[in-house]
């Protein structure tokens, strides 16, 4: 058996070729983890201004993350949507029901 653990910001084609190559020699059991999305958004928030984006308006910032229920930051994608995230968790890994 081999663990995973998923973090919110996992979802790429890598990261789903290697999920196929895995699953051919391993019984996956997944652990998900999310964490609390105002803490999520300052860790997020802190994370860009390290990497030294600017933001000039942080309603704005926060506007799109509601609209869209992510951000994406090359190669990541930060999933505030959790509903959308555990429906693209069952499509990468192949899951017809969570139990």
């Given at each position: ?5 998923y973090?919110q ?16 020699n391993h019984?996956i059991k997944?652990?998900?983890t ?5 803490s999520y958004?300052?860790?997020?928030l802190?994370?860009l201004?390290?990497k ?6 942080f309603?704005l ?9 992510k951000?994406n930051f090359k190669?990541?994608?930060f999933w505030f949507?959790?509903y959308?995230?555990y429906k693209?968790i ?5 899951i017809s029901?969570w139990?």
């Amino acid at each position: 058996m081999a663990a995973i653990l998923y973090s919110q910001e996992v979802i790429s084609n890598q990261f789903n070729k290697f999920i196929i190559n895995i699953k051919k020699n391993h019984n996956i059991k997944i652990v998900w983890t999310i964490r609390e999305q105002f803490s999520y958004s300052l860790s997020l928030l802190s994370m860009l201004l390290n990497k030294g984006a600017y933001l000039k308006n942080f309603d704005l910032f926060i506007d799109s993350i509601l609209k869209k229920g992510k951000f994406n930051f090359k190669p990541y994608t930060f999933w505030f949507d959790y509903y959308e995230q555990y429906k693209n968790i069952c499509k990468a890994f192949k899951i017809s029901q969570w139990k």
